[in-house]
């Protein structure tokens, strides 16, 4: 085995890597973890240390780490064909396979898969295809975009514009043109005094209220992850899904679905549209589709358009060098088949997702967390200075912070969004993996609880 020498990386690292998503100066003075290998739900750094991965990743990892399957695919295609592209009418035989399977496992409406190398470039794609879908129909200026506040839905100019995160949109002149973000259906930190149904209905029918103040004739189309996932693993109530599907079909407005995390099994389904009901006219794929084994987005389209893409003619201006790489879509592929074959998905659904949600509740009861909620085998943890008040301790998610720190410490990988702890384990999780997770995000509440009393 090859050792590292952490410090060595480190220097090397601060000199020469720009990471993502990072606060340059506080990075330099601390350093990076660098993490050398992983298997099953487990990740390794450099120092020789073991955490339980309760993160998946980045929401990607569904299968686990360490299937070789996957490594022996993507060694034979590039040895047969490592690379050639998509466009000019031509095609290769993975990326052919892969958008068959695909629309075998979506919704019946799914039929025709867009691909790219990631969930943002995944909405960029959205953007410009919705627009294009409506420009060919003679209504160029049905081009707005309507999102929600806190969405999460990539980091590209597209995708930037589409989420609903402020901090994004403080920098760089974001969003771009026509895009509207109406409220999400945060009930813990937004309900008020509505019952968790009046708050449903009122947000969803946010949507509607927006789609009048436009015009419906400008309103292209409404983006929403099922469950959002990087705002805080925020679950909408029961009834809000199916308001939004009244409203779009009402105004003929096109439905996407932004699967990136809820894809491929993390709500106990296929996707979060087969649990939620969700009528989209297209779904946005990254993350799960490869199992994080492969850089791979798509975007799935209704037969609604492209029937009107097939009548019309004329050509979408728009495509990847990468689009349908050969060696992404084999390793997606087989993500793909080691799902269905293995049965991961409803194994999980029902052997350990509810457990899973228990333990989540159990950890409901600590006197640090105000609010405990989960879908499938997504949870977060809303951490509060005062339960009764839903105090936070201060306003810039320190309590988050500090929380994550006491993860690490003890082995653990949970992430922090603000002070909310957010919870993504891979579907192969077993209940004594379950059961040393809860060990370990209890104890780090602990020690958070106590470190935040004492700097109280
Ligand atoms: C992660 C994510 C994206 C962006 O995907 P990248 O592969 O990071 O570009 C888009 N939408 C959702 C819902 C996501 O969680």
Redesign the pocket.
Known sequence: MRTYHTAQLRELDAKHYMHPFTDHKGMRENGARIITGAENIYIYDSDGNKYLDAMSG??CVNIGYGRTELAEVAKLQMEQLPYYNSFFQTAQLPAVELAEALAEIAPTQMNRTFFGC??????DTVVRLVRYFWEIQGQENRNIIISRNNA?????MA?ASLGGMKAMHAQGGLPIANIEHIDQPYFYAEGGDLSLEEFGLQRAQALEQRILEVRPDRVAAFIA?PIQ??GGVIIPPDNYWPEINRICKKYDVLLCA?E??CGFGRTGEWFGSDTFNIEADVM?L??GLSSGYQ?I?AVMVADKITAVLDSKGGEFAHGYTYSGHPVACAVALRNIQILRDEQIIERARDNTMDYFQSRVSALGEHPLVGEARGTGFLGGLELVADKDTKQKFDEDGGAGTVCRKMCLNNGLVMRSVGDIMVICPPLIITREQIDEFYHLAWASLDQSLASLKIAE
């Open positions: 980045l929401w990631s969930g943002s470039d995944g909405n999460y839905h990539g980091s590209t995708g992850e996932g990087a932004d990136v995390i946005t990254a993350k850089t987005g």
